[in-house]
């Protein structure tokens, strides 16, 4: 008889999960979301560790983050019947005390700065919304310090979480042009493939699609290089699925992010470590000054590759609205908010006032944060996720977080936060056992 390990027989059942959820899809949404309600409940029972099952739950909803129940995410409403078992069920004062006290005044002052725009936004349903969005965030960080997660498992679950990933892209563009259902009670909707071809799964954007494979292989290479090194094969394997998920999303960005991560990789393991910092430094500067000095040289030859390498990966439609960088709606975005953020720079101009002032949104974090809440709540933004900024390798660093933030608008993103506490107390458990032994 073969025995199958707990942490295999979850991805397997994450992987069929994967291939049968779509096809139940397309016979009925109730029994779609039945079927996701008993797979969560069946994977949480099944892993060991509170912590574990909290991340598992977690990150497999978060692939169905098209779909909602009464307007909420299914990842959220997880959060929150998590959130509230936690507090009643244990020693909720814990909480507070496994933040450190700079990372929780951080936290506060964030989300008081976030609050107090509500007295100047334009759009207060919005407020609301983006309001209660800063609170899930706490809530996670709360909740991951609290409940420890066993890195082993989570290094495992997280190949089975990149697989099953995938297969949902590959499912849901199989088998469905437009995913649009919708009752009183839920809906589910995924990218429409009318316009052009992009794989994001139940993801309601392709960059969201990208986001999540970055994201696992940030804690993935964390959790590894905090290990004994023994499950190498493991880690690559992740590593590779990771760079799949990229490539499928079709994002130019996550090209880009493919192209670099596996350059600085290459350069790493190439230089000996003690030059690597200062190779590092050199062609920052070098890139650096060569922007300054040859940046309109760099903004066409940039111009005719963005051209060709859309037409190259059948994003043609994509044309129309990025055909160069000075075209972009990106950076026309950009330039139309560096206007507006001098007019108020320090607290900014409320949440979501980029609907008031022009039709399309950052897609860069700094710039939409500047935006709503100033320079001011941009700085203990930074203050919060330096855990992620100066934890990791920069090549890490560049590819897996400096680039979304330049794209996407993440300061929200609940999965930012579940990182930046697995580092944190990761981290903490790490100076403990090297005091410990020394002692």
Known sequence: MIKISQDNAINLILVISAIVNPIILLFSAELFLFALFIETILVATLLSGIG?????????????????????????????????????????KKIIRAVSKKTFIYFLLLFFIAFLSAFWTSFPDKFVHEIIRYILCII?????????????????????????????????????????????????????????????????????YYLFFCIILLIGNYLYSKSSKKNKGQFVLLEILCLVGLILSFSRTAFIIVIGYLLLRWLKSSIDRIFAKEVYKILFYTFFLGVLLFSSIIINVFDDFLRDFTILIGR??????????????????????????????????????????????????????????????????LAVTRKILGRLHHYYVLCLIILPFLTLDIQTYRLLYITIAILEIQNHESMYIRASSVQ
Do not use: M
């Not at 498992?153 to 297969?167: D, E, F, M």
């Not at 950076?331 to 399309?360: C, D, T």
């Open 52 to 92: 574990n099952k909290l991340f598992l739950g977690v990150f497999f909803l978060t692939q169905y983050s098209g779909v909602s129940f009464l307007s909420l995410k299914l990842y959220d409403i997880y959060i929150t019947v998590f959130f509230i078992t936690t507090l009643l069920f244990f020693n909720s």
């Open 140 to 208: 996670c960080v709360f909740l991951f310090l609290y409940h420890k997660i066993n890195p082993q498992k989570i290094l495992i679950i997280l190949t089975g979480l990149a697989i099953s990933n995938i297969i949902l892209g590959l499912f849901v563009v199989k088998f469905f042009n437009i995913v649009a259902f919708e009752s009183v009670l839920y809906k589910i909707n995924s990218y429409p493939l009318d316009k052009e071809f992009r794989i994001s799964g139940f993801f309601s954007d392709p960059n969201k």
């Open 316 to 381: 043609e439609e994509s044309l129309r609205y990025s055909a160069s960088l000075s075209e972009s709606n990106r950076v026309r975005a950009w330039r139309h908010a560096w206007e507006i953020i001098k007019e108020n720079p320090f607290l900014g101009n409320g949440i979501s006032s980029w609907e008031y002032e022009f039709f399309y949104p950052t897609h860069n974090t700094f710039v939409g944060l500047t935006l709503d809440i100033g320079l001011l709540g941009l700085l203990f933004f």
